[in-house]
């Protein structure tokens, strides 16, 4: 019976149509050129293609499975939209799926599809949204919205899910304007084969709420991923066994555990950092858990080669011992002009290969590397608390002054790090702003100071420490030398008979050798 109906199809699309299609056709509703969207597929698959086809579905709910499968183009390109209605006013839910069917919509072996502006709402156990497999090409993914069950983090609630079959892979794939939240993964690729290479995809300006993983990319080449958004995310971006070009800016990432990841990568020998202007942060929060912090990791470059990064910004403030604000690990990769903060347990870095007579050495300059803990550095097992000892290993000056930042941007204005480091090819910061050509900013941020404003120049000489006084607090005073630095030795006179408060003394610009800091 159901091949009777499939037949009868067929021959309805071939007298409708003339076993040709092209141009506009509605979904759904009274008066429209098909009833739901298995129809309109349907009719694809029987006629010649001869122009692009849109298929603008009306306002509704529409169930899977579709499934587009083995569908001839003809070079031409497949529009399903929701037209000039709002993606909340066209949903797809899924069937009752099983580890068989888990998709709302199927895209295998087919090429040049564009799916725009729906809501995704899946439910149950297998709640997978969009699944792609095969030799699928130029597949656009662009202003939907994914709404998927919370807390999850199994392998069956992806909102898009890539898959390859055997050697065959999707290439020149789009994901765009996307908004996702909660479920476990929220893009993916699953590669089953060492020769697998998904190739030239853009991610792009997608926000992520929630959800166990973010992006999860493994074996392809040619990638971009820049002004995506995640929020409360427990893994950011994860990248694994990829190739060629590279380009990661301008994302702010603040997940739990993981911001962003790169291991077994060997990308083309960049001449500018091609890991620039991201803000990174991870709080360390438990996702299996409600009691104590995890280990939590900000930029980790891993068994890598050719990675640059520079002009980013990332802290953590994980109290597990665990944690390392960067890693850098592979040969010839470069850390330049960031900002690694570590507010809580562990690590601010952990490298290795970086003396100057290794070979194909990693590079690690100019950069602030700051931990309020008790360790600032680790190589292989030794751990390190001072700059000093990390800068003889690095050849190169690195800081390791208090950024105080400023807001969820970590935006800092501390005036010993303003046009620290010489240009590293980057012209404009996170928000666009120009950067110096000569002595651009550390970090994320382009800032100017007033140099002339004597609340910023370096401390000098005595300062009276009390009511009245220059500083009401010892901390204020403690605060202040970690914030301006000092040029020439310090004194604190205490003018006050007693202090009611707990001192917490950072570390100082400047101080050192012959410049001390003395209260008195």
Request: with cysteine.
């Amino acid at each position: 019976m159901k091949q009777l109906l499939f037949i009868m199809l067929l021959l309805l699309s071939c007298i409708l149509y003339g076993q040709t299609m092209q141009g506009n056709y509605s979904i759904g509703g009274d008066g429209a050129d098909f009833d739901d969207l298995d129809n309109a597929i349907t009719a694809l698959h029987a006629a010649s293609i001869t122009g692009n086809v849109y298929l603008y579905l009306n306002p509704g709910t529409y169930t899977g499975p579709y499934i587009i499968e083995n569908l001839d183009m003809a070079g031409y390109t497949l529009y399903i939209s929701s037209g000039t209605y709002s993606s909340d006013e066209v949903i797809f839910t899924n069937h009752a799926a099983t580890s068989q069917d888990n998709y709302i919509i199927l895209i295998k072996n087919s090429s040049n599809i564009r799916i725009d502006d729906f809501d995704f709402a899946p439910t149950g156990q297998y709640s997978r949204s969009i699944m792609v497999s095969g030799d699928s090409n130029d597949i656009s993914i662009t202003n939907n919205r994914f709404f998927n069950t919370s807390g999850t983090n199994t392998s069956n609630n992806e909102s898009v899910y890539f898959r390859s079959e055997s050697a065959n892979d999707a290439d020149n794939v789009l994901i765009q304007f996307n908004q996702f939240f909660d479920g476990s993964y929220h893009v993916q690729i699953n590669s089953s084969n060492y020769d697998n290479n998904f190739s030239n995809w853009t991610i792009q300006a997608n926000v992520h709420m929630g959800g166990y993983h973010g992006i999860s990319l493994n074996r392809g080449s040619n990638l971009e991923i820049y002004g995506n958004t995640m929020i409360n995310t427990n893994n950011g971006i994860s990248i694994s066994s990829y190739s060629g070009s590279l380009l990661i800016n301008k994302n702010r990432l603040y997940t739990w555990v993981n911001g962003l990841s790169l291991d077994g990568c060997d990308f083309n020998t960049p001449a500018t950092p091609n890991i620039y202007n991201n803000i990174i942060r991870a709080n360390g929060t438990n996702w299996y858990s409600s009691s104590g912090s995890a280990n939590a990791y900000g930029l980790s470059v891993l068994n890598s080669k050719d990675v640059y990064a520079a002009h980013n910004s990332i802290e953590l403030s994980s109290s597990a011992s665990g944690s390392v604000v960067a890693t850098i690990v592979g040969t010839r990769n470069i850390f330049r002009k960031n900002h690694f903060v570590n507010l809580g347990g562990g690590y601010s870095l952990n490298f290795i290969n970086t003396e100057p007579d290794v070979t194909n050495r990693n590079l690690v300059e100019y950069n602030n590397i700051y931990a309020s803990g008790t360790n600032l550095g680790k190589r292989s097992n030794t751990s390190l608390r001072d700059i000093d000892e990390m800068n003889v290993l690095f050849g190169c000056y690195n800081a390791d002054f208090n950024p105080f930042f400023e807001d969820e941007y970590l935006r800092s204005n501390a005036p010993r790090l303003n046009n620290l480091g010489p240009y590293a090819g980057i012209d404009e910061d996170f928000f666009g702003n120009p950067r110096s050509d000569t002595a651009p900013d550390i970090g994320a941020h382009e800032y100017d100071i007033d140099s002339f404003d004597p609340l910023l120049a370096p401390m000098e000489g005595s300062y009276t420490i009390g009511v009245g006084g220059d500083y009401t607090t010892v901390n204020a005073f403690a605060h202040a030398l970690a914030f301006r630095g000092i040029n020439n030795p310090i004194t604190g006179d205490l003018s006050d008979g007693e202090y009611n408060e707990q001192v917490s003394f950072d570390r100082i610009p400047g101080s050192g050798h012959d410049r001390f800091v003395t209260i008195r």
